[in-house]
C-alpha cells in the first residue's frame, strides 16, 4: 500500500509537469493535421532592400592576391570524406581572353585535429572554365582556377583544422575549421540543417545568411537559384528584376560571371567552415553557344555524384547522420526511362532506413504550389516521379523558385495522405526578384494555360478532377494540401531529434535574431508501421518508436515536448517493475 501512494504521487506529479511543458511548447506535430489552411499576405515593406550589392562591397570585394586562395568552401563526400574547394588567380571579361594554366598551381590542403598541428596532406584537381558569346558587343569570361580536393578517412564527429592553397609558393589560406558529422545511425544526427533556397547577393540576402549564422547550423541545403549571375548582361552594371523586360533584345540570356565570384566570397565566412550541398537552379543553366549549359555551376561545385553512382553533378545522394538525402535535378531528364529516373530507383533501392530512418528530397521548382508563380509549371515532372517517391517513403521535400513560404499538409496525388511527404517551399532567400505575393486562388489571379512554361521539359498543366476545384485550373480558395504560406524572406532550420521526430522552424527576416523567434514551426512526425502497406517491403522496417538513446536525452533538453514522452516510458517501466517486486 505503501509503494502504492507513492506512485500514486509520482504519477500525479508527472501529470503536473505533463500539462505545464505542453502548455510551454505548443509546438504542434504532422499528427495533429491536416491543418486548416493560414494565410499570411505581405508586408509591402518587405519589399525593400531587394537591389543587388555593387561589386566594391566589402562583403564582396576580393581581398587577396593571385595565388592565394579565396571562395573556400565545403561539401560532403561520404561519411568519412569532405570535399574542400576554393579559388585562384585573376578571373578575366573581355573580347580575346586566355585561360590560366591549372597546371601551374597545386591544390593542397593540410589539416590535422589540433590548431596548427597538419598532419595529413590531401592534394587534388584544378580546373577552369569560360562562358563565351560570340555576339557584338558581350563579353566573355574566363575565371580562375578552380580547385577540388577530397579529404578522406575522417573520423565522425571530430573537428579538423585546414589550411588550403599552394604550398610550394607558398600561397596557403588562414586556417579554417570543421567538425564531421556522426556515423549514420538511427540514433545520431546533424546539429541543424539549414534550407535556403533562391538566395541571390542583394541585401535581403545578408540578412537572410546574417540571420542563419545566428542560428548556428552544421549543414546547408541550398536548393538552387544561388548568385542570380545571370540577372546581368555581360558588361556588369546593374542587375534587373526581370532580364527579358529589361533587355527583350538580347541574342541569348546574357550572366555576369563575376557575379559568381562575388557571391563565392560574400558566402565563404560560412562555407569555409560548414558544408553546403547544393542543387542546381533555373538561374544556373546559363546557356553558351553551342548548346552549352549550367558551366560554372559544374565547374564551380563539388558534389558527391560519383560517390553515390551518379554519373551527372546535376543529381546525387548522400547521408548526413541518420538522415538520407536525395537531391534531384529538374533542368535534366527526369522521365520513368531516362538515366536520373534509373539512378533514383537504384538509390532508393540502396536506403536502409534501419541506418538512417530520415529520407529527404530536395530540388528546385515545386510539385505543390499556391502562388501564382510558378503554378503547376512542372506538372510533368510531378506526374513523373511522385509515385516512386511516395513508394518508398520519402519523409520531407524541399524546393524553391516561388519566392515566398508555404509548407504542405501532407499530399500525395494532391489528396491528403497521411503518408505523402511535408512539401515545403523556400524559395525565399531573398534575391533581386523580390518576393511573391500573389495567390493562384486571388481573384483574377489564376494563370492562363500559356503562363509557367518550364525552361527544361513539357508541358502537362491540368484541371483537378475531383474535390473544390474539380474542372477547374486553379482553386477559388486556399487548397487544403497548403498548410501554412506567406510571403516574407527567410530561412529554415531542421532539427532531426530521433528516427521519429524532426522539428522544422522557418524564420523570417523581419523577426528578432534569436531561437525563439520564428513564424511556422511544426515537428515532422514518421509513422511507418501506419504507412507500411503502401511502401516498399526493403523500408518499412525503419524503427519508429522514440528510443532509449542519449541523443533523445539531449534532444529533450531542448524540445520539452518530447520530454514528456521519456518520462512517460520511464514512469511506467517503473511503476510495472515495483508493482511486480511488491506482487
Sequence with gaps: MKDFKLWIITLTTFLIITKMVVTESQIPTTLDGPFKPVTHRLDPSLRKGSSDLPMDDPRIKRNVTSNFPEQIALAISSPTSVWVSWVTGDAQVGSNLTELDPSLVLSDVWYGKESGKYTNVAKGVSTVYSQLYPFKGLLNYTSGIIHHVRLEGLQPKT?????????????????????????????????????????????????????????????????????????????????????????????????????????????????????????????????????????????????????????????????????????????????????????????????????????????????????????????????????????????????????????????????????????????????IEQVDVDFADDPGKCPSAGDNTPEFGGVCHLNFSSGPAKGQFCWNRQPDWSAYRESSFGHGILEVVNSTYALWTWHRNQDVYNEDSHSDQIYIVRQPELCSKTLKPSITHAPSSLPSSPSLSMACCHHPSLLIFSLYSFLIGALSLSLCHSA
Design 159 to 431: 573537428k579538423y583544422y585546414y589550411k588550403c592553397g599552394d604550398s610550394s609558393i607558398p600561397a596557403m589560406s588562414g586556417e579554417n575549421v570543421f567538425e564531421t558529422f556522426p556515423t549514420p545511425s538511427p540514433n545520431s544526427y546533424p546539429h541543424r540543417i539549414a534550407v535556403i533556397g533562391d538566395l541571390g547577393l542583394t541585401s535581403n540576402t545578408t540578412t537572410t545568411i546574417d540571420h542563419l549564422i545566428q542560428n548556428d547550423p552544421s549543414m546547408i541545403l541550398m536548393v538552387g537559384d544561388l548568385s542570380y549571375a545571370n540577372q546581368y548582361q555581360t558588361t556588369g552594371g546593374k542587375g534587373v528584376p526581370c532580364f527579358s523586360c529589361a533587355f527583350p533584345d538580347a541574342p541569348i540570356r546574357e550572366t555576369y560571371q563575376p557575379r559568381w565570384d562575388a557571391w563565392g566570397r560574400f558566402m565563404e565566412p560560412l562555407t569555409s567552415r560548414v558544408p553546403m550541398m547544393v542543387i542546381e537552379g533555373n538561374h544556373e543553366i546559363e546557356p553558351q553557344v553551342s548548346g552549352i549549359t549550367f558551366k560554372s555551376y559544374l565547374t564551380r561545385f563539388a558534389v558527391p555524384s560519383a560517390e553515390s553512382g551518379s554519373k551527372s553533378n546535376l543529381y546525387y545522394s548522400f547521408n548526413a547522420g541518420g538522415v538520407h538525402f536525395i537531391m534531384l535535378g529538374a533542368y535534366v531528364d527526369y522521365n520513368s526511362t531516362g538515366a536520373q529516373y534509373a539512378w533514383l530507383k537504384k538509390d532508393l533501392d540502396l536506403v536502409d532506413r534501419t541506418v538512417t530512418p530520415w529520407l529527404v528530397a530536395a530540388w528546385h521548382p515545386p510539385w505543390y504550389n499556391s502562388y501564382s508563380s510558378h503554378y503547376q509549371e512542372f506538372e510533368c515532372m510531378r506526374q513523373e516521379m511522385e509515385a516512386i517517391l511516395y513508394q518508398y517513403g520519402v519523409d520531407i521535400i524541399f524546393s524553391g523558385h516561388v519566392h515566398a513560404y508555404e509548407r504542405m499538409n501532407r499530399v500525395y496525388n494532391y489528396t491528403l495522405d497521411p503518408c505523402g511527404p511535408v512539401y515545403i517551399i523556400v524559395g525565399d532567400g531573398g534575391n
